[in-house]
């Protein structure tokens, strides 16, 4: 079974920076698809950023230019680079990956969440 396991998270003021990790762990043979979604209190969760099978970053419009999403393949670990964070950037954020798990299995997995809190 494969794990996520995300860390990094806490508070910060507004126009500040805070970074985010995703580890997995088990046994994986390839990852496929990694993104970071956000849900913030009464508010359906929302993708932030992803990074597909060809390697291109995708964002959200409400971060594009300031967030970066990046993921370690040999280390099996995700980032989020959080840059001018704004008040609205509150919310419980969950990593998710696409993993094969087998010769002919894939599936996906989702991290725990974790709290980021933008307040001065």
């Known amino acids: 079974q494969v794990q996520l396991v995300e860390s990094g998270g806490g508070l910060v003021q507004p126009g500040g920076s805070l970074g985010l990790s995703c580890a997995a762990s088990g046994t994986i043979f390839s990852i496929e698809t990694t993104g970071w979604y956000r849900q913030a209190p009464g508010r359906q969760r929302e993708l932030v950023a992803e990074?597909?099978?060809?390697?291109?970053?995708q964002y959200s419009d409400s971060v594009n230019n300031r967030f970066t999403i990046s993921r370690d393949n040999t280390k099996g670990t995700m980032y989020l680079q959080m840059t001018n964070l704004k008040p609205e950037d509150t919310a419980l954020y969950y990593c998710?990956?696409?993993?094969?798990?087998?010769?002919?299995?894939?599936?996906?997995?989702w991290g725990q969440g974790i709290q980021v809190t933008v307040s001065s």
């Open positions: 998710k990956m696409g993993v094969t798990i087998g010769p002919t299995q894939f599936e996906y997995f």
């Open positions: 990074i597909r099978g060809s390697g291109r970053a």
